[in-house]
């Protein structure tokens, strides 16, 4: 925004106090001046230096109500504090359906600490009368009279709770205006429920919008079912409070279906709710009423300071092109000693930065796959260099946004669930971030381009596309799993044509499947080259068409078991240049840090130091190999299953695993048959165990040692070089158990017999 014709508020004009007296005639002051100063052709207003206490409107529930084409600049050292209150719901500044407007500079602190949840209510003995009018009848007694004005809020959706030491089985309420007579009379209802029995709130007749001066006065009446006495009525204090209980909308800043938006520079702390919030304009009855405007646009929330609020740092819930950076944002749901969390500091989510419309659960007509021409929500949101730290549950959560990239932050502190993004939503970007003692959660089609860890963790979750690469890992892990869409090998019914899997596959009918004969054989008249429509889905079975919702396609065998069957696109998770590491490791305990379930991932040029590392695959596994190039393990061990592993080096210099177990080529477990094959690769002073079935090609061993267990899985090395090695094959009685061919041995023990070991045309150099 421009910023000419700058206005400096005159408090005395405007009756306004700026030593944190008179809310109520400061408040009024404050918009006025705001107003007055828009009339006259001002779009940049000053309020100078002081603390100014504000009010809210007992009719809107908002303090300062902000103008198009108007900056409003708090001065180095303007405070604006809300006066306690009882509103489940408030904005200090509130921006509705407005248009290039900018806050700026100050503080805003809300009311956290004296903030009133419920209030104490007294009762006389007595009734009230069908047409509002008291009486004294003893079987009754009735409230003192409840001022909507005092409390407008909490009251407007009202819980009166049962009362200890008071029989009744119901309530009555009679609502009047301004004040208690037959006249002013606006209704009643003899139907309550008290509370916690009725979660639900009861409202008031007349719920005229932004308007409660027609109908702002209310009696409780409650007839006995066993009498009391005059002490115990004066001693009533019954509790009333709002069935949004948790009072979790206090706002500083509220920005609602508002465009070319700024804030900046501001100090926000101690709101009910959240430091900023984003939503759209207002609730229209008539879905096709709503614009792509009232959603708001073009934002811009930069160099704040946000901290100690009770729910959410910033919550971003239906803007589009928001752009939120250099922010700080900290101990959100905490009390000031940065330790106390409890339901008046803290209420769920606690994050730092919260993305989340909640679209589903309005009737705005938003974009899908279903309707691709829908108003678009929380779509194109940038977080980048901001610092966010010590919130109670987390940092940045992305619940439903798309084309979401974050962006050169730090996050740090404990963080519940990880900074994460919903997999339904696509085009989520992190780049360039840090994670100091928490996690990233890494879903969907999630894209990772440099992150540093410090004693963080990044975690694979739901993954259905993934690529994360240019890592650092320092005192944590990599782990979690890449499964989506693998569903495995069926078995299958010739004559119904049906595939069938002994766990839910969760698919419905339409999903895409594709066939796969890494073992095994597919049926006859089912193609691998061909895409699939699931067709008549049970909860553990199907039959497949070619075309969607169409026929079944005929099969004329149950082809040979091991063939894959699986959605056609699983096993979309690709890792690369990650450094998992630390300075040291005191003992061989088992650490595997880094720690991965794939269905045919692709890993590449991965270093582990210092730390162990286990990549398997399901049980039972009937789909693409999990492809590692590159992997660099230095003084660790590694458990690899259903792998292709290539251009490898694993080296110790500290003592080998007990039983040189170090690195372990499949296992004795018959979940596991798939072959591992392993090429061109290192292995120096340690060693490695082919139990499974294992392939090892143009390798080098330099005083190292390779064992097997007696099974029946097949080893086989060929075309690799033995230096000072040892192979340990003396207790096997499989026949042809392992087989060492086409290799040059150099100073090498080996043990073990034919049948069950075989060599063949290798070169022995001896000792020389």
């Given at each position: 925004m421009?910023?000419q014709a ?7 004009r ?6 944190g007296?008179?809310?109520s ?5 404050i918009?006025?001046?705001i ?6 052709g ?6 100078s230096r002081?603390?100014?206490?504000v ?14 084409g108007?900056?409003?600049e ?15 719901n ?7 359906g ?16 004296e903030h009133?949840?419920?209030i104490?209510?007294?009762f006389?003995?007595g009734?009230v009368?069908?047409?509002g009018?008291?009486?004294?009848d003893?079987n009754s007694?009735?409230s003192?009279v409840?001022d ?10 009202f819980?009166l ?8 089985t119901s309530?009555?309420f ?13 209704g ?6 008290f509370a ?49 209980f948790?009072?979790?909308s ?10 070319q938006i ?6 926000i ?13 207002k ?17 811009l929330?930069?160099d704040?300071?946000?901290h ?7 919550s971003?819930?239906a ?20 330790v ?8 769920p989510p606690m994050?730092?930065?919260d ?6 659960e309005?009737n705005i ?6 309707r691709?021409n ?16 010590s919130?109670v549950?987390?940092h940045?959560?992305n619940a ?25 939503f ?5 780049v360039n ?7 990233l ?6 894209f ?8 963080g963790?990044l975690?694979?979750?739901?993954v ?11 005192d944590?892990?990599v782990?979690?799993s ?15 044509g049906?595939f069938t899997f ?5 698919l419905?009918?339409g ?9 095994g ?5 089912i193609s ?13 079975g ?7 919702g169409?026929?079944p396609?005929?099969i ?11 959605r056609?696109n699983?096993?979309r ?11 040291w490791?005191?003992?061989?305990a088992l ?9 045919g991932a ?16 399901p ?5 693409r190999?999990t492809?590692v ?15 292709h592993?290539?251009?490898?080096e694993f080296?110790?210099a ?23 094959t ?12 082919m139990d499974?079935?294992a392939?090892?090609?143009?390798t ?11 099974n ?11 230096d ?5 094959f003396?207790w ?6 392992v ?5 040059v ?6 043990t073990g017999?034919?049948?069950y070991?075989r060599?063949?045309?290798n070169t022995?150099?001896?000792t020389?």
């Amino acid at each position: 925004m421009s910023d000419q014709a700058a206005y400096l508020i005159e408090l005395d004009r405007f009756h306004i106090n700026n030593a944190g007296l008179n809310a109520s005639e400061t408040t009024k002051g404050i918009n006025d001046a705001i107003a007055w100063a828009k009339s006259e052709g001002f779009i940049h207003v000053i309020l100078s230096r002081g603390i100014y206490s504000v009010r809210l409107d007992p009719n809107t529930l908002i303090a300062i109500q902000m103008q198009s084409g108007i900056h409003l600049e708090l001065a180095k050292g303007c405070v604006i504090k809300l006066e306690g209150n009882s509103s489940p719901n408030y904005s200090i500044i509130e921006m509705r359906g407005i248009k290039k407007a900018k806050v700026s500079g100050g503080q805003l602190i809300g009311d956290k600490k004296e903030h009133v949840y419920e209030i104490a209510v007294k009762f006389v003995r007595g009734g009230v009368n069908a047409d509002g009018t008291l009486n004294n009848d003893p079987n009754s007694i009735r409230s003192e009279v409840i001022d909507r004005y005092a409390n407008p809020g909490l009251l407007a959706n009202f819980r009166l709770w049962s009362i200890p030491g008071v029989s009744a089985t119901s309530y009555r309420f009679y609502q009047y205006r301004d004040t208690i007579s037959a006249s002013t009379l606006v209704g009643s209802r003899t139907n309550g429920v008290f509370a916690p029995a009725s979660a639900g709130g009861r409202g008031w007749f007349l719920a005229e919008e932004n308007d409660i001066s027609n109908n702002n006065k209310m009696i409780f009446a409650i007839p006995l079912t066993s009498p009391l006495t005059d002490s115990q009525i004066n001693d009533i204090r019954a509790k009333v409070d709002n069935s949004f209980f948790t009072h979790e909308s206090g706002y500083g800043i509220g920005l609602f279906g508002s465009n070319q938006i700024e804030i900046n520079k501001m100090e926000i702390s101690d709101c009910t709710g959240d430091g900023i919030f984003t939503g759209y304009e207002k609730y229209l009855l008539d879905p096709s009423l709503y614009t792509q405007e009232q959603m708001g646009q073009d934002l811009l929330i930069h160099d704040c300071h946000i901290h100690h609020c009770r729910r959410q740092g910033i919550s971003i819930c239906a803007s589009n092109d928001t752009h939120i950076y250099r922010n700080k944002i900290h101990h959100i749901g905490y009390d000031d000693d940065g330790v106390t969390t409890n339901f008046r500091n803290g209420t769920p989510p606690m994050f730092g930065i919260d993305i989340e419309s909640m679209y589903s659960e309005t009737n705005i007509p938003y974009k899908s796959a279903e309707r691709p021409n829908g108003l678009e929500l929380n779509y194109r949101i940038h977080v980048e260099d901001n610092y966010i730290y010590s919130n109670v549950r987390g940092h940045f959560v992305n619940a439903d946004g798309t084309n979401i990239v974050v962006d050169g932050n730090t996050f740090e502190g404990n963080n519940v669930g990880g900074v994460s993004s919903n997999p339904n939503f696509p085009n989520v970007k992190y780049v360039n971030n840090s994670f100091n003692g928490c996690e990233l959660w890494v879903q969907g089609d999630n894209f990772v381009n440099g992150a540093v860890f410090q004693k963080g963790n990044l975690k694979l979750l739901d993954v259905r596309g993934a690529v994360v690469q240019n890592c650092q890992i320092k005192d944590g892990m990599v782990y979690g799993s890449s499964v989506y869409g693998y569903l495995g090998s069926p078995t299958v019914n010739t004559a119904a044509g049906t595939f069938t899997f002994k766990t839910a596959h969760g698919l419905g009918n339409g999903a895409q499947v594709s066939f796969e004969q890494w073992i095994g054989k597919i049926p006859t008249g089912i193609s691998v080259d061909k895409l699939y429509y699931t067709v008549n889905v049970t909860s553990l079975g199907f039959q497949v068409s070619e075309t969607l919702g169409g026929a079944p396609v005929t099969i004329k065998d149950a082809g040979t078991p091991g063939f894959n069957l699986s959605r056609y696109n699983y096993g979309r998770c690709f890792l690369s240049n990650i450094t998992v590491e630390r300075d040291w490791r005191s003992d061989n305990a088992l650490t595997p840090n880094f720690n991965m379930l794939a269905a045919g991932a692709v890993i590449d040029n991965i270093t582990i130091k210092n730390y162990d590392l286990s990549l398997l695959v399901p049980a039972d596994y009937a789909g693409r190999p999990t492809v590692v190039s590159g992997l660099t393990l230095i003084e660790g061990s590694a458990r690899f299953e259903g792998c292709h592993i290539s251009n490898s080096e694993f080296m110790r210099a500290k003592t080998p695993l007990l039983g040189s177990t170090d690195i372990q080529l499949g296992s004795s477990d018959t979940k596991y048959m798939r072959q591992i094959t392993l090429r061109n690769g290192l292995f120096q002073s340690l060693g490695l165990v082919m139990d499974g079935n294992a392939v090892v090609t143009g390798t080098t061993f330099i005083n190292a040692s390779v064992g097997k267990a007696d099974n029946a899985k097949k080893a086989i090395i060929a075309h690799s070089y033995f230096d000072n090695s040892k192979l340990n094959f003396n207790w096997l009685r499989q026949n042809q158990s392992v087989t060492v061919a086409k290799s040059v041995f150099k100073g090498i023990t080996i043990t073990g017999t034919t049948p069950y070991i075989r060599l063949e045309d290798n070169t022995d150099l001896g000792t020389a």
